[in-house]
């Protein structure tokens, strides 16, 4: 079974680290809002989670500059790093997806970058 819920109980562990950025996977519904950790970390940078690397199906930029503006409630632009959850490699017998769909989702991140930094600066 994969793990369940918010980041809300990690928060007291996270919270004392003396780190300089989180890496947290926010593809998937089960991760919450955004809120839960950045009303408390937003002192640190985030690597936000944009894409699902265990699915087939591409997100697109637009998606992926929904979840980053909302983000922005709570980070500045230079404290935000667009991600994929996991990584697209991270089982040493295979591959978690084909090159050409990670590809793809690696495409998308690009773009929605792009549109954020025309927007955001």
Excluded at 39 to 64: A, F, K, M, Q, Y
Excluded at 66 to 88: H, M, S, V
């Amino acid at each position: 079974m994969l793990l369940q819920g918010d980041y809300a109980k990690l928060i007291p562990a996270l919270k004392p680290m003396r780190i300089d950025q989180f890496v947290l996977e926010y593809a998937t519904p089960r991760a919450g809002d955004i809120e839960v950790v950045g009303s408390v970390l937003s002192d640190r940078e985030l690597g936000l989670g944009v894409v699902n690397p265990r699915t087939d199906t591409v997100e697109t930029p637009e998606e992926i500059v929904l979840k980053a503006t909302r983000a922005l409630d709570f980070y500045r632009p230079e404290q935000l790093f667009l991600n994929t959850d996991c990584g697209f490699g991270c089982f040493a017998s295979r591959s978690v997806n084909v090159e050409d769909v990670a590809f793809q989702k690696l495409c998308s991140i690009v773009a929605a970058a792009e549109t954020l930094r025309k927007r955001f600066g």
